[in-house]
């Protein structure tokens, strides 16, 4: 509910000196740009930075739909940074940074301690019902799991032995008239 993100960038938006500005500036790019990531990983559970790479030459031939969004999320994330930096511009009392302070002094240990308003077992984020909680070091700890680092085992193809069981075997077991087969392609090598 409360993503420390941005608390990080707006006490440096709210500091009026010119570079702790850009610096805030900075972490509210950065905010966002883990706040959609993390929506995205949702949705396409092996997004990465090297997959995101290799898809970029790809968004100028996206449905329309799929670019007005993109260009509607780049046009309010700047038309937020420009009022919160034009709102602070002129910022010499101290009391939003204390605010600011006070709410990282509580959100910090909530998030460490992992209070949540909801149980659910996930993976992939679909578990993230924290009160308080950074989406750069959930990405980090996603980036760190056991799930992750099995997506990105390369196979190897190679004869099975006459002991070990096909997969055409293990779909008979238990019986069922209907099977969904999911054929995952590679989007190959990315140097």
Known sequence: MLDIDYLFALFFL??????SRILGGLFFIAAVFF???????QIFPFMDFAAIHYLLPFVSVAPVRYIAAIAGLIIC???ILWINLYLTRQQKILYPQFIIVLLLIFSYPA???GF??????GILGRDNYYIAHSQSRLYHEIT????WEATNVVPKLMPLSSTQPSAAQQLHQPFSPKILYIVAESWGAVA
């Open 116 to 121: 949540t308003y909801a149980e659910f077992k």
């Open 144 to 147: 760190q799991s056991y799930f």
């Open 111 to 113: 998030m460490i301690l």
């Open 77 to 79: 994330s700047s038309l």
């Open 14 to 19: 709210l500091i009026p000196w010119s570079g």
């Open 35 to 41: 706040d959609v990531l993390m929506l995205v990983i």
